[in-house]
């Protein structure tokens, strides 16, 4: 849970800070495209990311190498954080922004794979929807210090926004540190599936078992209609939040407010997530999951069509909130439901391949279509299309779940 609080916050700040501070660096440049630059670095980072996992998840069943690797991806990130807050050119800036993201993803591999380690199955889902409430809350104290940092620097301290924004990547970057401490201190990999000598094994069957893996959900038409369908839809969510900011920024709505939003936004997520655990168990995790996807297509249409204003990104990140947590938290228990429980760790592994992969698509989408056709709106209203084929999918899967007693 703590280290949920540590890299929360470093997602945070980067889904609002950060494309503000680079949309400065891009004008000072001479160049004003802010969506597709984002978009860009944001698709580079997951798709090493999504290149990485096969071979890491099963890096991550050797013997005493979990926490190894985790260290070493979780280091690599802090210091890559901590280094974006040095004064530089906007390349620069994104190539350590591509390699903190990049190790924060690779490092999630682990942390999610110590699940296992570190309760019992009977309160497995409780830790885990308690991590993702204390990220949402607990991101927001050292963003909170960060932000008035930013706008108070100016008129009290004597300093301008850039530098404190530039101070708030070394806060967080600390922040990151002191909360992964403990998680470090205490683990201990009590599950594995070879001994640290079979290292070498391990990876020449780390395609393999994907393989196999594969052609079984193949052959179970509901899973895989499923699991299409969250490919295309949590991809557009990771998107919508990924790209808010730059976006605004291309439409010249005021960075302050923006970033004020953004953090209401998860205050927000926090007790829509709780309600709509609630709501699943009265009317179905698929339905509810269905009910978000659309949505989000109305979001996505808002923002694209609609939204030119400071008070108008307030109402986006409000609604972004409202279904954000909950369809995130809700995607990952309804497909618990849908595995067969013997080999769960394996399809976990999947799940998690799928939504690291599906980080690519939506914003390498709206970066190539802002580019080409120089509208920013066009390039959001494209994770419509995302939104549109999710439904779909939702809709041709029978829920199997209604029919258990």
């Known amino acids: 849970m ?3 609080m540590g890299n929360s916050a470093f997602v945070l700040l980067t889904t609002s800070v950060a494309p503000i501070y680079v949309n400065g660096l891009l004008k000072a440049a001479g160049e004003t495209n802010i969506v597709s630059t984002w978009g860009y670095a944001q698709t580079i980072a997951a798709l090493i990311a999504a290149i990485l996992m096969p071979i890491l998840g099963s890096l991550a069943d050797i013997e005493g190498m979990k926490i190894k690797f985790f260290i070493g991806f979780t280091g690599t990130a802090i210091l890559a954080c901590a280094a974006m807050a040095l004064p530089m050119h906007w390349l620069a800036f994104l190539i350590l922004y591509i390699i903190a993201r990049t190790g924060l993803n690779a490092s999630m591999t682990f942390y999610d794979s110590m699940l296992i380690d570190t309760t019992g199955e009977q309160r497995m889902d409780k830790i885990s929807a308690y991590g993702y409430a204390i990220g949402y809350v607990g991101s927001t104290l050292p963003f909170i210090l960060c932000l008035g940092i930013i706008l108070a620097g100016p008129r009290y301290f004597g300093f301008s926004q850039t530098f404190g924004i530039q101070c708030s990547f070394a806060i967080t970057a600390l922040w990151w540190l002191l909360f992964t401490i403990p998680l470090v201190r205490s683990f201990v990999q009590h599950h594995y599936r070879l001994p640290a000598s079979r290292m070498r094994e ?4 780390t395609f393999s078992e994907l393989g196999t893996t594969m052609r079984t959900i193949a052959h179970n038409r509901n899973l895989l209609l499923y699991m299409i369908a969250y490919f295309f839809y949590i991809d557009a969510v990771n998107t919508v939040i990924s790209m808010s900011t730059s976006y605004g920024a291309q439409l010249g ?5 923006m970033v004020v939003a953004l ?3 998860q ?3 926090f007790p829509s997530a709780i309600a709509y655990g609630a709501l699943a168990n009265r009317i179905g995790a698929k339905r509810m999951i269905t009910i978000s996807v659309a949505a989000y297509v109305g979001i996505v249409m808002f923002a694209a069509l609609l939204m030119d ?3 108008e990104f307030w109402i986006l990140a409000v609604l972004v909130g409202l279904f ?3 369809i995130q938290a809700l995607s990952r228990s309804y497909y618990g439901k849908l595995i067969p429980k013997e080999r769960a760790n394996e399809y976990y592994g999947f799940y998690d391949i799928f939504g690291r992969t599906a980080s690519v698509l939506g ?3 709206v970066a190539a279509i802002t580019s080409i056709t120089g509208n920013a709106s066009l390039g959001v209203l494209s994770i419509g299309i995302l939104l549109v084929l999710a439904l779909i999918f939702l809709l041709l899967q029978r829920d199997p779940t209604q029919n258990r007693g």
């Open 202 to 205: 391990a990876l020449r069957g």
């Open 267 to 269: 205050f927000v997520a």
């Open 363 to 365: 914003t390498l989408l």
């Open 2 to 4: 703590l280290y949920d």
């Open 263 to 265: 953090l209401v936004t």
């Open 253 to 257: 709505l005021n960075a302050n407010m």
């Open 324 to 326: 954000m947590g909950g």
């Open 309 to 311: 204003s400071a008070v």
